[in-house]
């Protein structure tokens, strides 16, 4: 799960983490920063089986999901039930 989002607003950094993204660059361009996660994504994305870019990446459904498994897990450790 990211649990980073950061902003760029130096160009070389821009350059060094997404060297051929045309899309950040013309959005950097015109904001003058642009949003990326806590992870260098160019140089984890080859090694990954599964990755998701920020902004874009998980939306509201899988955050819920995430915290009703979490409950669900902690309720279950504790020996209780959710009643539905």
């Known amino acids: 799960i990211d649990v980073g ?3 760029i607003t130096d160009r070389e950094e ?3 983490l997404f060297p051929d993204d ?6 950097f361009e ?5 949003l990326t996660g ?3 994504y160019t140089a984890v994305a ?3 089986s599964a990755i998701t870019p920020v902004p874009g990446g998980v939306g509201p459904l899988t955050v819920t ?3 009703s498994n979490t409950l669900t897990a902690s309720l279950r450790r504790q020996g209780l039930r959710l009643e539905a």
Not at 22 to 27: G, K, P, Q, S
Not at 30 to 34: I, L, M, P, T
């Open 5 to 7: 989002i950061n902003r």
């Open 14 to 16: 821009l350059d060094r």
């Open 22 to 27: 045309a899309d950040r660059l013309a959005t």
């Open 30 to 34: 015109k904001r003058g920063s642009v």
């Open 38 to 40: 806590d992870v260098d």
């Open 46 to 48: 080859p090694r990954t």
């Open 65 to 67: 999901m995430v915290i």
